[in-house]
């Protein structure tokens, strides 16, 4: 086991929304801002679900323009890094990231589908260029080969990102699936790898776990695992489970505990493992789809399960929720 210090990534602010229908107040974004400050998180990111620029009418609409939850987030964050979400095709470079700049932001997350780290060049050079801490996510990473990951993980690398986060969005790998990826991608990058997990197979923690063994520096978390479906691994967790195997976060134990004790209070709804986000996680699709699927399910008289089998064939992303209905139709008209 590593011994190394990891940075964990609080993903709670920007993840969670997911869970509330990108719903967060100012009063909760500054009341768990605080408490992860306070416990020593690296990092606390903080926005919509799907990141700058996503709120629509289509995805979910925030109840918070992305520059005030920014600034409120910032002006309560003393020590941790202030971070937001980036996917370009919905954060612009001219107007997005330079508002984001603007309010203050540490570190960017650049993220893109697996297979398209080349959209996300431009976006990388940009935030690199005004002198903020920019990373590379690739999302629905199950969905490529681990040789093809690597080679999308080193555009991300060439264009400037000073990590690279492998993303398992709908929850389906299994510990040795993040070893062999991990592990290929410490191997051929020169800066630091993360994961975040989700757990809809209940993996999340252990597939952590075995992404640290394998060379992971960043991991990825929210509280109580607050985030979309079957939701993320859970931040006090993992700084339980890493500070068990001697593994150094930097951050205090107890205050975290206590963040995750009043959790429920401050966002009113954690996530669980259901049936429907098991599904989810056995077909590869993301769990946020959960809601609409189980929506359209009803609507059409379906199994919803048998839509995610089918979404899962035809290999849907997040942005797809169209697809929803017309899997559902299609069903329908079989029987």
């Known amino acids: 086991m590593s011994s190394s210090n990891i940075l964990l990534y609080d993903t709670t602010l920007r993840d969670g929304s997911h869970a509330i229908r990108h719903q967060l107040t100012k009063e909760q974004i500054v009341r768990y801002a ?4 306070s416990a020593g998180v690296s990092v606390v990111e903080v926005g919509h679900g799907i990141g700058l620029g996503a709120s629509s009418l289509q995805i979910g609409k925030s109840l918070l323009s992305d520059e005030k939850m920014l600034c409120a987030a910032r002006e309560n964050l003393k020590n941790a890094l202030l971070g937001v979400h980036a996917v370009p095709g919905y954060a612009t470079v001219g107007k997005d990231l330079a508002k984001a700049i603007d309010c203050g932001v540490d570190v960017i997350r650049v993220a893109a589908q697996c297979t398209e780290a080349d959209t996300t060049e431009q976006h990388i050079s940009y935030v690199r260029g005004k002198g903020r801490r920019v990373y590379g996510g690739l999302m629905m990473s199950h969905m490529i080969s681990p040789e093809m990951l690597v080679q999308e993980a080193l555009k991300m690398e060439s264009y400037g990102a000073e990590g ?13 699936d993040v070893t062999e990826r991990i592990g290929l991608l410490t191997n051929a ?30 991991i990825d978390g929210s509280i109580c695992g607050f985030g979309g479906g079957a939701g993320n691994s859970s931040i006090e967790l993992l700084t339980a489970v890493f500070a068990k195997h001697g593994i150094n976060t930097g951050v205090d134990l107890y205050k975290m505990l206590d963040a995750a004790d009043v959790a429920e209070e401050i966002f009113s709804v954690l996530p669980k493992i259901t049936s429907l986000s098991i599904v989810s996680g ?12 189980a929506r359209a399910a009803e609507l ?9 089998i089918e979404l899962g064939r035809q290999g849907a992303v997040a942005g797809q929720e169209d697809l929803i209905v017309e899997v559902a139709q299609a069903l329908a008209g079989r029987e």
């Open 34 to 37: 605080r408490l992860a400050d």
């Open 164 to 176: 690279v986060t492998i993303l398992d969005s709908a929850g389906t790998f299994l510990p040795d």
């Open 189 to 218: 990058l020169k800066v630091p790898v993360g994961f975040h997990g989700h757990n809809n197979l209940g993996m999340a923690i252990a597939n952590s776990l075995a992404a640290v063994e394998a060379g992971a520096h960043i």
């Open 282 to 293: 056995l077909s590869g699709v993301v769990s946020v789809f959960s809601k609409p699927v």
């Open 300 to 308: 059409y008289n379906v199994d919803p399960r048998d839509i995610f």
